[in-house]
């Protein structure tokens, strides 16, 4: 598993922005039929029944093709409408079933978790939450900006008039509803989307992925996929042009149990995945040459570079007083670009140069404006992060009084980077050195072509603003 990737979807769950899209191999764990076992199964009913041979063919073609929303559309025009709902009720009814542990572990991340979306109609996840998260099967004008709900986007068991199986549903769900497309697009480009339990060769996830890259207008923001080992190459390339990130484990025991293994390790302070056994070392002779001819390592430190430390690049050499505590001023509208600059800056964090800090990361319980208080006090680098929102924030006003306070006082550096287009020309930190920057000229983020390409820019500002602060502490 790349561990980049792993800590990038760690610091998205701990930002408070991460939604969990669950397929069908979240309740498989249980003994639920996945979408290709659910549509053999109506395929035997339908044989059951009588339907005709070019039924059957037809409907095998498209369970072979892992088409599998025209091979339920084809089954439920050879079973009729009330025996096609009657044998899904029954055959997707979890009650009396255990829940299934990464439906567990979805709900153990609801301190920090935005929200969940499931193609699923089962009862498990809201199970799962002990009914503290509703469900929600038909999404309001302004669902992207609530959180802690199960939006189940194809329906939920009992109710077969909120169903999405066949092809007339699917399309009428997702290209004749504007207020799902527009609370589906909404979500996809605000928040961080993580797959688990999706059959990436299906068609379902299919018609969701090309919702995705049309949404995207050739530019995804960052999600994730928890996949399986086998993604062929040309899958991958599509996976990625849709924005995902793919985190491989390697289903060991044929039960994929590494996902909940992987979910509950997003907890900030949890115990990381454990990685697999090691290969054994070749077989070596006393002269420390490996049976291929070359020499072997022992692992001491005097083989390592000067200068180096396990672990850690060797020319990082952190500050003996701490790395710098960076705190970040911004406003809710922003979170998505906030979270996509905590992923650039992670370099700085792992190598021990910055410790970020934010709102988001305050936990259940915690006094948030006393919190945030002490954090902004103790800030070595306060980052402004504006836009028109910000702006218009008494808040984060209150915010930029007390940096600029601390900034005259040399007890903090201030750098403000301008998300959006606005008049922030006009405020009490206009004297400050603003980036993005395009030679001499502020240009907002969003105003690149490539905001991975802005927000790096300002990574690399901030790295030179980071290592001045350190060499003024030796």
Known sequence: MDDEILEQLRERYASGNLIVFAGAGVSAGAGMPTWKQLAERLRDSARRKGADRAALDEIQHYIDANQLINALSAVKLALGPQDFGAIIDGALDDRGREIPETAKAIAALKPRLKAVLTTNIDRFLERAFAGEWRAVDRPTGDIAADRGYILKLHGTLRAWDTWVFSRDQYDSAMFGSPLLQDAFGALYRTHTLLFVGFGLADDNIDQTLARVRALSGGQPPVHFALVPEGVQPFRRRLLEASGIRLLVYENRGGDHAEVAEILRGLEPGAARPAPPPPSPPPPQDPRGVSATGRPVSTGSTAERPAGSTAGR????????????????????????LLAQLEAQMSPLRRQGLVAPWHSGKIGAGEDLERTTREQLEAADLILLLVSASYLASEQDDAQVSRAMERRAANQATVVPIVLRPCDWEATRFAGLQAVPRVGKVVRPVTAWSNVDEALLQVVHELRAVVTRLLATRA
């Not at 690049?313 to 998505?336: I, L, N, Q, T």
């Open 313 to 336: 690049p060797a020319d990082v050499v952190p500050s003996a007083k701490g790395p710098v505590r960076v705190f970040f001023s911004y406003a809710s509208r922003d979170e998505d």
